[in-house]
């Protein structure tokens, strides 16, 4: 038997174990949103998370002005199943969806209303924590809480865009595929934190979805998916069939 490279390819082929998937979701351990209008207030704990352009307006017809979102997650006990699972660094990510409740007609009036296009963003920098305060009764932010102005400070050429999508305005779950983009991927594979910031593109969006105090959080499912091991067997295989051809012109 001759031994060209389309046989060798075939024989590989043949014994190659199919890849293996795995998935985990993962609720905030930090969520907040922030307002250009009052860059020093926090939101930690408000029931409700938005981004918004400068032209929505609430159910009155009033402009709040830009809002913006943080979401952070903790991938550690990602990162444990996956290494179990796989063995460590034998898997790569291969989806990641948030799934989110979009609330169409949010009753506190400090939110906007409006269909159209936001951008979520690997955020590269995680040194933020969520505040407190609620919508009708904000805190003030200090040291690394996020109010709008210190948010912003943290965006930076290492973040990466997961994709844009547009909301429908009314109430109901949002699954939001993202980019499984390198600085993404390695942030689970490492089990660290992982933020994510939501950011308008539209100027008349006014997007507001449940925060993690609710009974519908946000929630980060990742898929893993083991990478092929090296096909041994069909090396082994090919080198069985080029001895026994060497015994025979023996």
């Given at each position: 038997m001759r031994l060209t490279p389309l046989v060798?390819?075939?024989i590989a082929a043949a014994v190659v174990v199919p890849a293996q998937a795995s998935g985990i979701a993962l609720a905030p351990t930090q969520d907040t949103f922030g307002r250009?209008?009052?860059?020093?207030?926090?939101?930690?704990?408000?029931?409700?998370?938005?981004?918004?352009?400068?032209?929505?307006?609430?159910?009155?017809?009033?402009?709040?002005?830009?809002?913006?979102?943080?979401?952070?997650f903790d991938a550690a006990a990602a990162a444990a199943q996956f290494d179990a699972e796989f063995g460590a660094g034998n898997w790569s990510l291969a989806?990641?969806?948030?799934?989110?409740?979009?609330?169409?007609?949010?009753?506190?009036?400090?939110?906007?209303?409006?269909?159209?296009?936001?951008e979520v963003r690997y955020l590269a920098d995680d040194d933020w924590a969520e505040g407190t305060g609620s919508a009708n009764s904000p805190g003030t932010a200090t040291g690394n809480q996020i109010g709008y102005g210190y948010g912003i400070s943290l965006l930076g050429n290492d973040d990466e865009s997961l994709g844009t999508f547009t909301n429908l305005g009314t109430t109901g779950l949002r699954s939001l595929g993202l980019a499984t983009t390198a600085g993404f991927g390695d942030d689970v594979l490492s089990g660290g934190l992982v933020s994510l910031y939501f950011t308008h593109v539209d100027d008349a969006v006014g997007f507001t979805f449940n925060s993690q105090s609710t009974p519908f959080p946000p929630q980060l499912e990742l898929e893993a998916i083991a990478i092929p091991a090296p096909p041994v067997a069909a090396m082994a295989l090919v080198g069985m069939i080029a001895g026994r051809r060497r015994r025979r012109r023996s």
């Open positions: 060798i390819a075939a250009a209008a009052e860059p020093g207030l926090t939101y930690g704990g408000a029931g409700g998370l938005s981004v918004s352009g400068p032209a929505a307006v609430n159910a009155a017809g009033e402009a709040n002005g830009v809002f913006a979102t943080w979401l952070m989806s990641a969806t948030l799934t989110v409740n979009e609330v169409g007609a949010p009753n506190n009036p400090i939110f906007n209303r409006g269909v159209g296009a936001f």
